[in-house]
């Protein structure tokens, strides 16, 4: 058997993403399927109630886990001075790891897990895995003219390198109302607060876990931050016809080429840069390994001081408050 684990705390998307792909991988190398701590699923500061909205087969519950082989994805990190995180703990770069499909029998999957090599070819399969139940299910905001935009906030709020600001919002609403001049604008967020001082002039919800999901889900456009909340509502979704995501992903604010991280390239989605220019996913690719190729693998350096640290983190502050001023982020 081929298996992950659900960890306290984890995020809904973070735990998809594990899930999905360790069971296709599980699929792929002919193995039973079985997940560990089944009762952490959809539980974490968003909500309490579990997988309440959808009948997710888990698999067999693992229940000895330090009987089994561990396998963690391999990791790539580069350590720049973008950001106190990339100092202290590496921005996280790493694409698809095919040493997964090296594992032997009795082994958990453990790490990031989000490269689409390891789940995109099962596609039909997600769909039904992921099936919303009918009575949680709804296509109130379904409309020709609608795009639902997904901001992050939270803990991302407060950080210079994570939290998108104002102009790649209004960018890709620019795009948006290029499909279709009467194109409307709606709101999901964890953080209504953020997103009202972000966009004031954009409707913000926040609702139960389940209207959040099926709101991205059955959306005909889709604006996206860079969360994992958001994929596989995308991913599986029959209904949406453009989906626009941050270039670079988390380091859309700071990046000079470089993806944190590569595994979040994904078929069918736009990314839109600081200029508001669109590239496909092939144009991505492309051009990450062409950064690969010029900067090597040990960019930046592993040990700064804590001088070095503390002047990122008083810039850091800097940065957004000049933000804040100007506008960008109300």
Known sequence: MVGTEFIKGQGLGNQLFCYVSARCIARDLGYEFGTAGQEQLAVNIHSKKGMYFMDMDLGAPVMDKENYHIYREKEKRIYLENSVHDMTHGCYVADADEGVYGIGDHTLLYGNLQAERYFFSHKKEIKEWLKVKKEYDSYELTRDNLCVMNIRGGEYAG???????????????????????????????????????????????????????????NARYLILSNSSFAFFPAFTSETVQTVIAPKYWARHNVSDGYWASGQNIYEGFLYQDRKGKLFDAGQCREEWESYKKRNGSDRGKERYTEREIGIRRKKDRMLYWMDKVKARLR
Do not use: C, N, Q
């Open 159 to 217: 950080d210079h390198s994570l939290f998108l600001r104002r102009k790649y919002w209004l960018d890709a609403m620019r795009h948006m109302r290029d499909i279709r001049p009467d194109m409307e604008f709606y709101i999901v967020t964890d953080d209504v607060g953020a997103a009202k001082r972000l966009l004031p002039e954009i409707e913000a919800h926040h609702g139960d876990l389940a209207k959040d999901y099926v709101t991205l889900k």
